[in-house]
């Protein structure tokens, strides 16, 4: 239950509690919430993105080095000894490896722009709040001040039919 006017002791406790401030200050904090949680979301599509890629391009070099070899002859053999593959199934294990981080990173990005969508959204419903609690404080003072003056007025008249 709201208070009487006269129970409160400046405009700015007036204004704060005047007409729809309570409810716009709940939605305010609702939506910097959800906008806090959307950055986040933001933060980790970017932070996968960039690791996605970094990924990418990493098995890309090895991709090259690898085609840098020379397939079928000395340093082949000696792969073939240590790991049981030859280079030609190495560079196709990173071409593969590379195009999946590739679609992941594409996924992401995807991810990324619908969350960015979002949160220009709550952007601004945020601002439109903003905007509407500003004028009921507008509304708030202007209210008060109005109250004020009508007391002044009062006490002058009980200040003069004393006299």
Not at 131 to 146: A, L, P
């Amino acid at each position: 239950m709201k208070k009487l006017i006269s129970e409160y002791t400046t405009a700015y406790e007036y204004a704060d509690d005047y007409g729809k401030m309570p409810e716009l200050e709940k939605a305010c904090k609702k939506v910097k919430e959800e906008l806090s949680t959307i950055e986040h979301e933001v933060y980790t599509q970017t932070r996968l993105i960039n690791e996605r890629y970094v990924g990418y391009k990493l098995l890309h070099e090895a991709m090259y080095d690898v085609e840098a070899k020379e397939w079928q002859g000395n340093d082949d053999d000696e792969c073939k000894k240590i790991s049981g593959e030859c280079y030609e199934i190495w560079h196709s294990i990173h071409g593969d490896n590379a195009e999946f981080l590739k679609k992941q990173c594409i996924e992401h990005a995807r991810k990324l722009v619908i969350a960015e969508d979002k949160r220009l959204e709550k952007e601004k419903q945020r601002d439109s709040i903003w905007t509407k609690q500003c004028e009921e404080r507008r509304k708030g003072h202007k209210v008060w001040d109005e109250y004020q003056e009508k007391n002044k007025k009062e006490e002058a008249k009980k200040e003069e039919v004393k006299s």
